[in-house]
């Protein structure tokens, strides 16, 4: 059976959660007056945000659906959105082994950036327009090089004409533009994307674009005060976590045998992977500063935690720095040079699963701050006892080693700085090992030294050439202090901090020849 609107009413016997309101009215009600805007359709907006919005409708707490904008992949709109009539189906992967499934039918069209431009600003232009939200992972705000210079996308968008723009954040910028000539129309922007302060990465970032049509007499100094002043336009700050990975063969064999057909995945030209369903972990959490300029539904009957901005930047510190985020990267980069591909699979290795806790509990967990709404040490025993170990979630350690060098610094780096500033860095010891193991990591060679793919990086180059001359049982110590100096990368210069000796030491231990890096595991770690 094809998912689409023509079968609708019959797919209720293949579902476990199937929409309790009129999806005609809906739609219709939705496309004449729009509340809500997303920018980015891909996995975690259908699978989670999505869903959040469709929860309220079915309880009557809401009564319009969502407009969807895909600015970077066309593809995902033409083989996932039209062809099923903008239905989805999530599928949520418990722990215990049964799937459930949620058909999602409250996106009511799917736009490109590039070629619906018309119909975006019909929607932006709406006085009883909400919520303009970003699902666009960290890099869609990016107005910067690795170097820090502003890119040439940006400067260019920054000397021409708003309505001319073309990088997202100008867009959106030139958005709330329309929203001021409009009459000084209030709007939330809000961030849903998983990084450190991501409301005022969104604000930066449309702001450059503001204030550089403002330098060069494109817009007016009240559309400054506008953007700016927080009177009008709002960018609450936010903490999201689930996970959604890759399309999953046994979830789309699963649905094949519920009676769905045309649930095989695609990969687009841009390297998208994704499939009319979206598979999950059952946890999740969303966490946003309950700041709306122009009203809002009852996010909080759905689950989300609406709360102030200090609260906010509590729980995401609490996830990046100590329960989450920074196991999952000790188990990417120890995960790649093992020889595993499956996250679940590394849960079963002993000496990395007690790597993982001396780094979470021993290490982090004493100097993160409460954020009283969520307790840390609840919400990583969740991580160990229960997320990571989840063989439903097929997520690879090759996936999460990308981009390693961005994510150090806050992964690792705000732990080290309270150490330091303590006066106890020489308390460290299991940190600096997963540091020395992503140094390990880039010689690209495995505990067998045979080679494998070093997962994407913007750094990548630049640290291949620092490797180039270097070999396993051989490494240049001088280089090696030099990079760990680098406070772009780990947040501090770890030389000035007093690890840099003990992670050229593990660095060592560890590159010393085939097997060192179990070896050196087990010395430390048994």
């Not at 970077?72 to 049964?98: A, C, Q, R, V």
């Not at 409250?106 to 919520?131: A, C, F, M, P, T």
């Not at 020889?339 to 590394?346: F, K, L, R």
Request: glycine residues 6%; hydrophobic residues 40%; aromatic residues 10%.
């Amino acid at each position: 059976m094809k998912l689409s609107l023509d079968n609708f009413n019959k797919l209720k016997d293949c579902v476990d959660q199937f929409p309790s309101y009129d999806v005609g009215k809906l739609r219709e009600d939705s496309l004449r007056d729009p509340h809500w805007l997303a920018f980015g359709a891909g996995n975690i907006f259908r699978g989670y945000i999505a869903r959040v919005n469709q929860d309220l409708i079915n309880k009557g707490l809401s009564n319009r659906g969502i407009s969807v904008v895909e600015s970077f992949d066309s593809e995902i709109i033409d083989h996932i959105y039209k062809p099923f009539d903008n239905l989805t189906l999530s599928l949520t992967l418990n722990k215990d082994g049964k799937f459930s499934t949620d058909l999602i039918a409250n996106l009511v069209e799917g736009l490109v950036l590039s070629r619906d431009e018309e119909r975006i600003e019909e929607i932006v232009k709406n006085k009883d327009l909400q919520i303009m939200s970003f699902t666009i992972t960290e890099k869609g705000y990016n107005i910067h090089t690795p170097q820090g210079l502003v890119t040439d996308l940006a400067r260019e968008d920054g000397l021409g004409n708003p309505e001319d723009s073309k990088h997202l954040m100008a867009r959106a910028a030139y958005y709330l533009y329309l929203r001021f000539k409009a009459g000084k129309l209030p709007i939330t922007m809000l961030s849903l994307d998983n990084c450190s302060h991501n409301g005022q990465k969104l604000k930066d970032s449309i702001m450059y674009f503001v204030r550089a049509w403002n330098e060069n007499n494109k817009v007016e100094d009240d559309f400054v005060d506008f953007v700016d002043s927080d009177e009008f336009v709002s960018f609450p700050w936010t903490m999201i976590d689930k996970i959604t990975p890759r399309p999953a063969d046994e979830i789309r064999d699963y649905l094949i045998g519920k009676g769905f057909e045309n649930m095989d995945a695609i990969v687009t030209d841009k390297k998208t992977y994704i499939a009319p369903f979206v598979n999950s972990e059952e946890a999740e959490y969303l966490v946003i500063e309950d700041d709306f300029k122009n009203g809002r539904d009852h996010l909080d009957k759905a689950g989300v935690y609406l709360t102030n901005r200090d609260t906010v930047n509590k729980v995401e510190t609490m996830k990046v720095t100590t329960c989450l985020n920074p196991l999952h990267t000790c188990l990417a980069v120890y995960g790649c040079i093992l020889g595993y591909d499956s996250i679940a699979a590394e849960m079963k290795d002993q000496d990395l699963v007690s790597l993982i806790k001396k780094i979470g509990y021993d290490e982090a967990l004493p100097v993160v701050v409460d954020p009283k709404i969520l307790s840390p040490k609840a919400f990583i025993d969740e991580v160990i006892d229960v997320r990571l170990p989840n063989r439903f979630i097929p997520d690879t350690p090759q996936r999460i080693a990308t981009d390693t060098s961005q994510k150090i610094p806050i992964r690792f780096g705000q732990t080290i700085k309270k150490y330091v500033e303590a006066g106890k860095v020489n308390e460290l010891k299991f940190i600096p090992l997963a540091i020395a193991g992503w140094l390990r990591y880039l010689f690209g060679l495995d505990d067998n030294l045979q080679k494998f793919d070093l997962s994407a990086d913007p750094l990548l180059s630049d640290l291949k050439k620092i490797y180039e001359n270097m070999e396993i049982g051989n490494i240049d110590e001088a280089a090696i202090r030099k990079l760990l100096k680098n406070e772009t990368i780990f947040g501090l210069d770890l030389e000035k901090a007093g690890l840099a000796d003990l992670i050229v030491e593990y660095l060592k231990e560890l590159s010393m020849g085939k097997g060192a890096v179990r070896s050196t595991l087990k010395k430390y770690l048994r």
